[in-house]
């Protein structure tokens, strides 16, 4: 348990997205302090602490890691090198806020999950959609009983295909808004994947509506095998680019999970589920940018044969004010809501010594759904979680 009146200290690894849009979401909050970056090469690692005023640049995770000063890293950069920064931060007595993928695999996964226990302190995964105002809202619905007996559900997270001429590519692998283009999703040693990112997040946000995950079959494909991207790079993707899971619950509930990054006009996320007295319906246009995210409710009773008789929700204010910040439904930017909702739970398990949300534990069954879906393809069968 950390004191209260002390600023927590983050070291924060990687210039892209980490620093830019974590970084920004971190100094909303109140007692917080973005004391370090840490990237792979000294000039870009002081380049980086100059251009965003981080007091220290570091190039070795190791000594970053080390540093006495600092309270929390927060982990980007590719699944494939988060394993061996997961485990020095936690052997430097840090807490850890880390990206999905969880793992390259279970193994790895569940070692960090162990590690995290034996060092005592605070893991927590980058699901975002859990904090996201309307999926907030989705899940008090749920626990107040709306659905009744949960009988099943239908989860899509697609992102779009892009084509400007003669260039085709997913969008996530060349984002906009400053962010530099993310590659190594093609590389099939990187450790994504469009059904390993994509599943990993569609997972962590089913179970916390839900609950664990006990059995699971499905299959992955890589169907656009060629990125044709602006900048003239021709890549061959080696990752999967879609993904299908049908998924049985521990509760009785069962559904399926969509996820693909090769998807033309893509709506992104969509979260159908349902019980025996109601449903509820998320939609986001957008990867969770906190905003722009709806819901629908609708009860159980009797109406004209295919006409809806629940309505579009209005989402509670509440979940827009972060503490901390001056957020309001009206002027809380895209993307600090769902953000800072999830550095907030961190920072209240770390300052009252109690388990976070999404933490380490949940990726870790997350990460064995994922990974038994994949391993279905190969057997043609459903697998117990249990045994993966």
Same mark, same amino acid.
Not at 302 to 307: D, N
Not at 337 to 363: C, D, K, T
């Given at each position: 348990?950390?004191?209260?009146?002390?600023?927590?200290?983050?070291?924060?690894?990687?210039?892209?997205?980490?620093?830019?849009? =974590?970084?920004?979401?971190?100094?909303?909050?109140?007692?917080?302090?973005?004391?370090?970056?840490?990237?792979? =090469?000294?000039?870009?690692?002081?380049?980086?602490?100059?251009?965003?005023?981080?007091?220290?640049?570091?190039?070795?995770?190791?000594?970053?890691?080390?540093?006495?000063?600092?309270?929390? #890293?927060?982990? *980007?950069?590719?699944?494939?090198?988060?394993?061996?920064?997961?485990?020095?931060?936690?052997?430097? *007595?840090?807490?850890?806020?880390?990206?999905?993928?969880?793992?390259?695999?279970?193994?790895?996964? %569940?070692?960090?999950?162990?590690?995290?226990?034996?060092?005592?302190?605070?893991?927590?995964?980058?699901?975002?959609?859990?904090?996201?105002?309307?999926?907030?809202?989705?899940?008090?619905?749920?626990?107040?009983?709306?659905? @009744?007996?949960?009988?099943?559900? &239908?989860?899509?997270?697609?992102?779009?295909?892009?084509?400007?001429?003669?260039?085709?590519?997913?969008?996530?692998?060349?984002?906009?808004?400053?962010?530099?283009?993310?590659?190594?999703?093609?590389?099939?040693?990187?450790?994504?994947? *469009?059904? %390993? &990112?994509?599943?990993? =997040?569609?997972?962590?946000?089913?179970?916390?509506?839900?609950?664990?995950?006990? %059995?699971?079959?499905?299959?992955?494909?890589?169907? +656009?095998?060629?990125?044709?991207?602006?900048?003239?790079?021709?890549?061959?993707?080696?990752?999967?680019?879609?993904?299908?899971?049908?998924?049985?619950?521990?509760? @009785?509930?069962?559904?399926? +999970?969509?996820?693909?990054?090769?998807?033309?006009?893509?709506?992104?996320?969509?979260?159908?589920?349902?019980?025996?007295?109601?449903?509820?319906?998320?939609?986001?246009?957008?990867?969770?940018?906190?905003?722009?995210?709806?819901?629908?409710?609708?009860?159980?009773?009797?109406?004209?044969?295919?006409?809806?008789? @629940?309505?579009?929700?209005?989402?509670?204010?509440?979940?827009?004010?972060?503490?901390?910040?001056?957020?309001?439904?009206?002027?809380?930017?895209?993307?600090?809501?769902?953000?800072?909702?999830?550095?907030?739970?961190?920072?209240?398990?770390?300052?009252?010594?109690?388990? *976070?949300?999404?933490?380490?534990?949940?990726?870790? =069954?997350?990460?064995?759904?994922?990974?038994? +879906? #994949?391993?279905?393809?190969?057997?043609?069968?459903?697998?117990?979680?249990?045994?993966?």
């Amino acid at each position: 348990m950390s004191q209260p009146d002390r600023p927590l200290r983050i070291g924060i690894v990687g210039a892209n997205w980490s620093l830019k849009v =974590h970084g920004t979401a971190w100094r909303l909050l109140p007692g917080i302090e973005v004391a370090a970056v840490c990237t792979a =090469h000294r000039e870009t690692a002081e380049a980086a602490a100059q251009a965003f005023g981080v007091p220290k640049a570091y190039w070795n995770i190791q000594e970053m890691c080390a540093d006495p000063s600092l309270d929390v #890293i927060d982990v *980007g950069s590719r699944p494939s090198f988060r394993y061996d920064m997961v485990k020095a931060a936690f052997a430097g *007595g840090k807490h850890v806020y880390d990206a999905l993928p969880f793992a390259l695999d279970v193994a790895r996964a %569940r070692d960090m999950y162990e590690a995290g226990q034996r060092a005592g302190k605070v893991g927590i995964v980058d699901a975002q959609f859990r904090w996201v105002p309307a999926g907030m809202h989705m899940k008090a619905l749920v626990d107040e009983g709306f659905l @009744g007996q949960p009988l099943g559900f &239908n989860v899509q997270l697609l992102m779009p295909l892009q084509q400007h001429g003669e260039d085709v590519y997913p969008y996530c692998a060349y984002p906009e808004g400053g962010i530099n283009p993310y590659l190594w999703l093609a590389d099939a040693t990187s450790g994504g994947g *469009g059904w %390993r &990112n994509f599943g990993s =997040h569609s997972v962590l946000f089913l179970t916390h509506l839900l609950g664990k995950v006990a %059995r699971a079959t499905g299959a992955t494909r890589t169907g +656009v095998k060629q990125w044709h991207l602006p900048d003239g790079t021709r890549l061959t993707p080696g990752t999967e680019d879609l993904g299908c899971a049908t998924l049985a619950l521990e509760n @009785g509930a069962i559904g399926n +999970v969509q996820t693909g990054w090769c998807v033309p006009d893509a709506a992104c996320l969509r979260v159908e589920i349902w019980g025996d007295r109601g449903r509820l319906l998320l939609e986001d246009p957008t990867f969770g940018d906190g905003i722009a995210a709806r819901l629908y409710a609708g009860r159980n009773g009797r109406g004209q044969y295919g006409a809806p008789i @629940g309505e579009w929700l209005d989402i509670p204010g509440r979940y827009y004010e972060v503490p901390g910040t001056p957020f309001t439904k009206t002027s809380a930017p895209p993307y600090m809501v769902s953000m800072g909702w999830m550095f907030h739970e961190m920072v209240q398990s770390i300052r009252h010594g109690r388990p *976070g949300s999404p933490n380490f534990a949940e990726a870790y =069954h997350a990460q064995r759904v994922v990974e038994a +879906v #994949i391993q279905s393809q190969q057997t043609g069968q459903w697998l117990r979680i249990d045994d993966i």
